[in-house]
């Protein structure tokens, strides 16, 4: 892979979006333009894309057959996502979005992300009665990581200038919602491609956006961190309702640690 943009030992990421694992390129599913038109403020200004073109990749399980052992006994799935750098009209480049379904009442699953390369912004919404109640924006590069806690759904969007490559770890307990973002046609806020936040009309009244700088604190990588300590992990599987975003994120270890005292 002569156009290498991040290596991990045997994982490597190529500039074509390809990923290899132990020198084999891994399946991967994609999101074209046609599959994110329905969340997309303007669709009259993609004229330069054709519907077919390839916004991102998704490989699911990129593990080392090694390793899938102790993932499969913890419930949980490492995967990778690769945005192409480029503008949907007006906007960044951009993944669906979608919510998690609930783990016990009132608490959905969480996700654990980290960037491997590029810049990243993670948009953050919370329902209460159906109402977007909170929206946070939480930028992050290379080597960054964020929590998305119980109860927010997200979007991603390549707010850099380069491919952005994210790992992430989430149970394989559940399927992914995408209804309500589709159903507004988008998040809560679309965020332009100059940086700026436009309200989504479809949500009526919104609160105002939180610029935050929660991070999830990550000493080598997610999926090294997860082999050395699976157990601080654990969370991903089976929450507590007292996961959140509140300030600096202080780890999965201690977050993990502080959910099972408050239960």
Known sequence: MDNLIYQLGPLKVGKDLDVSLDGTLLPYTVRTVRDVAPVLLDTDN???????????????DAVQAVHRPIFEKYR??????????LHLGREFNKTLGHFHPDFSPGTSYPE???????????????????IVDEFRVIKASAGGAVLIPPNYGHVTANCGKDPLVMSNLVSTDFASMYSEYVRHKGAAYYMLADGRLIPNPSYGRLPKPV????????RRSLYLDFLENPDSFSYLAAPSPQIGVSG????????????????
């Open 211 to 218: 610029y935050a700088k929660d991070r999830l604190n990550v």
């Open 112 to 130: 654990a992300y980290q960037v491997l390369h590029g810049e990243a912004c993670f948009l953050l919404q919370k329902l209460k009665d159906g």
């Open 46 to 60: 993609l004229s330069k894309l054709s519907p077919d073109t390839v916004l991102y990749r998704m490989y699911r």
């Open 76 to 85: 949980l799935r490492f995967d990778i996502t690769v945005l192409q750098s």
């Open 248 to 263: 600096d994120l202080q780890g999965v270890a201690e977050g993990a640690r502080q959910g099972r005292r408050k239960k």
